[in-house]
Nanobody, 126 residues
Framework: QVVLVESGGGLVQAGDSLRLSCAAS????????MAWFRQASGKEREFVAA????????NYADAVKGRFTMSRDNAKNTVYLQMNSLKPEDTAVYYC???????????????????WGPGTQVTVSS
């Protein structure tokens, strides 16, 4: 079974940076697209960033474009989300996800993702 575990969340001030990590186990990591989603309190889960299994294509939500960067290290079975210039609006639980089937396209729709980590809390104060 696929297991994803996020880390790196915390409490920071507006303008600060954080790097989230997602470690995967249970299957060959390099064959699947990966994504980050976030869910603020009382809100629906929304797309943040996605990366192809080959690492050559990425997609970002408009709200984070230019501030967040997603990358992957297939040798380490890990993906990252570098978050710069954080805003209070970025406060949410951040979830790592991967597809159930092998594929290369970094889909933005959460319905394409079937394995999820437990999430890591990011809180950005004013």
């Amino acid at each position: 079974q696929v297991v994803l575990v996020e880390s790196g969340g915390g409490l920071v001030q507006a303008g600060d940076s954080l790097r989230l990590s997602c470690a995967a186990s249970g299957r060959t990591f390099s064959s699947y697209a990966m994504a980050w989603f976030r869910q603020a309190s009382g809100k629906e889960r929304e797309f943040v960033a996605a990366i192809s299994w080959s690492g050559d294509s990425t997609n970002y939500a408009d709200a984070v474009k230019g501030r967040f960067t997603m990358s992957r290290d297939n040798a380490k079975n890990t993906v990252y989300l570098q978050m710069n210039s954080l805003k209070p609006e970025d406060t949410a639980v951040y979830y790592c996800a991967t597809t159930a089937l092998r594929g290369n396209y970094p889909y933005t729709d959460l319905r394409n993702y079937h394995y999820w980590g437990p999430g890591t809390q990011v809180t950005v104060s004013s």
